[in-house]
């Protein structure tokens, strides 16, 4: 079905990663605007964490794409991580995605992906990499955030990229974490590994 929620998160994706100032975002952002008005979407089951989402959306500080996924959330697909089956049973517990674009999912594009992130409050996920290039971007919440050597406080709004195979780990503040973000490059499923942490456990 349409969803009019969907679209205007769509559009909003859109001129986010349009900032990003990568061939690769921007292509993502022309794929997205593609999928505007599309017969894509179908209801879904609301997930566990959908209250604290809202409630986290609409909180003071959040980015404004936040309040778009809260409306769209009767249609986001959770559970549809490509990574699932290969993240340690504590990242899988601990996280929530929600793919809209990529090889096998509603907008579709074999060699980019594109989708929701939501992590649990208090909860860690360990230090992990793949070959493909990522770009998060914090819209609601926040996580104490390794990407390589730099370790620091993420909040809304913030851009994050990590290349190919620099090791990355969250841990999410009290409030818990959304999060946007993209994959290009090489988006081999494969590649995505736990790493040893000292931290995890
Ligand atoms: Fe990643």
Known sequence: MRDQA????????ADLYGTEGRAEAIRTATLLRGGLGGDLWAAQPAPGFGAALVALA?????????????????????????ADGRMSADAAKATASATLLGPTDPIRCDNLLLGLFWQRPDT?????????????????????????????????????????????????????LLAA?????????????????????
């Open 58 to 82: 609409g909180a003071e500080g959040a980015h404004p794409l936040a309040a778009l996924v809260a409306a769209a959330l009767p249609v986001l697909p959770w559970g549809t991580n490509p």
């Open 181 to 201: 973000w993209r994959w290009s490059g090489d988006v081999n499923f494969q590649s995505y590994k736990m790493l040893p942490d000292p931290e995890a456990g």
């Open 6 to 13: 969907m679209d205007r998160l769509l559009a909003a994706l």
């Open 124 to 176: 860690y996920y360990a230090l992990h990499n793949h070959d493909a290039d990522e770009t998060y971007v914090i819209l609601a919440g926040g996580a104490e955030w390794q990407a390589g050597e730099d370790k620091r406080w993420r909040g809304p709004g913030e851009m994050i990229h990590h290349p190919s195979l620099m090791p990355h780990a969250f841990r999410a503040g009290p409030q818990g």
